[in-house]
């Protein structure tokens, strides 16, 4: 088991993730449709471009092509056969691009193999999953991205706790760390009805708790970082929050679907997650390597500030749903002496960790 996420953030304030897969294959000519995992065995070079894309733009964690990488979902396309080969296909072209990229820089960088929802709903709600035959779908794909040469495995977009508790014993089971970001985009909660609060009890509670957690995808990034504000004061010196937003909201322009979120936006939305406490920062849906571009420089660059206001969210980045705001009365904000002290401890111990010459 690789220990590189866990060190680089022992290293480093934060690290920056990645941007979106299907918004940037579809503009690599991917037609609507067909299935993004396919392209690891079909469009191997297409991948690797894209993958490549995203090292060059500055991201430190970069995942693999393998949202949908369960037989689960990989039956829609006739490819639950070769689970094993397209997850394997889709770590090992992005471990050759971090690789040459290592031999070219020495940077170091996150291979994440991405595990996003089976599809499927739980027996007790209508469906046909099990905990047993969720957990065995996900072991299925987490043993072709480890074998590929996958760092940690990245949990996202999961609306359901016992879906998300299946995927972790899987990384548990297959000897992988693993990282779980839930997407609340149904009135501030996942469409389950999980709350950002409720992923992190579940973080603290379960048998086999994440190396980080947080939220991606959802309605926008200041509703996504709103509901990370509302649980702080349920965080553990140890936690490592994620946060991963769209670019923005989608619009229908000319035909397709376009979102809204510059780089400026996406500028100012990566230093509010980090001075809200996310030490991991990404874009989801719709984000592009330019705004990865534009996010790291605004992390190297700008400093620091105080925790912000969920009025400060709002003003920085747009508005907000009242689902969202509901949150911080339910979690129950940070007081502020308590994010200050929390504050103090986060920089002094990325201060300590990078040395008095290091920089991120």
């Not at 991405?114 to 739980?122: A, H, I, N, Q, R």
């Not at 508790?165 to 389950?192: H, K, Q, V, W």
């Not at 004061?233 to 490592?240: A, F, I, N, R, Y």
Request: charged content about 25%; aromatic content about 4%.
């Amino acid at each position: 088991m690789s220990d590189l996420f866990r060190r680089l953030l022992s290293e480093r304030e934060w690290l920056l993730a990645d941007g979106a897969t299907g918004t940037n294959l579809f503009a690599r000519g991917l037609n609507h449709g067909d299935a993004p995992e396919g392209w690891n065995l079909a469009e191997p070079d297409k991948v690797r471009a894209h993958y490549r894309d995203f090292i060059e733009a500055g991201s430190d964690i970069v995942l693999t092509n393998s949202f949908g990488g369960t037989a689960n979902r990989l039956k829609l396309h006739g490819l639950d056969d070769r689970v094993f080969e397209v997850n394997r296909a889709a770590a090992a072209l992005l471990r050759a691009e971090i690789d040459a990229a290592r031999a070219a820089t020495g940077r170091e960088i996150v291979c994440a193999g991405d595990v996003g929802p089976t599809g499927d709903l739980f027996a007790e709600v209508g469906g046909v999953l099990t905990p047993e035959t969720a957990r065995a779908a996900f072991r299925a794909q987490i043993e072709g991205l480890k074998a590929g040469g996958a760092d940690v495995i990245w949990i996202e977009t999961m609306s359901s706790a016992e879906e998300l508790t299946a995927a972790l014993e899987a990384a548990a089971e297959a000897g992988m760390p693993a990282i779980s970001t839930m997407s609340f985009d149904t009135n501030g909660r996942t469409m389950m009805g999980v709350t950002p609060a409720g992923l992190a009890r579940l973080a603290h509670s379960c048998a086999h708790p994440p190396a980080a957690f947080g939220g991606n995808c959802g309605t926008g990034a200041p509703d996504l970082l709103i509901g990370l504000l509302s649980v702080v004061s349920q965080l553990g010196d140890e936690d490592v929050l994620v946060a991963k937003a769209n670019c923005g909201i989608p619009e229908y322009v000319d035909g397709a679907i376009r979102y809204s979120g510059t780089e400026e936006l996406m500028a100012d939305y990566a230093c509010l997650a980090r001075d809200l406490g996310a030490r991991v920062i990404g874009g989801c849906c719709g984000t592009t390597p330019a705004h990865v571009r534009a996010m790291r420089e605004a992390l190297e660059t700008r400093p620091r500030g105080p925790r912000p206001t969920a009025e400060e969210i709002v003003a920085r980045l747009g508005p907000a749903s009242a689902a969202a705001m509901e949150l911080l009365q339910e979690g129950g904000g940070e007081r502020p002496a308590e994010a200050e002290r929390r504050g103090r401890r986060g920089r002094r111990a990325g201060r300590e960790a990078r040395g008095p010459e290091a920089a991120n």
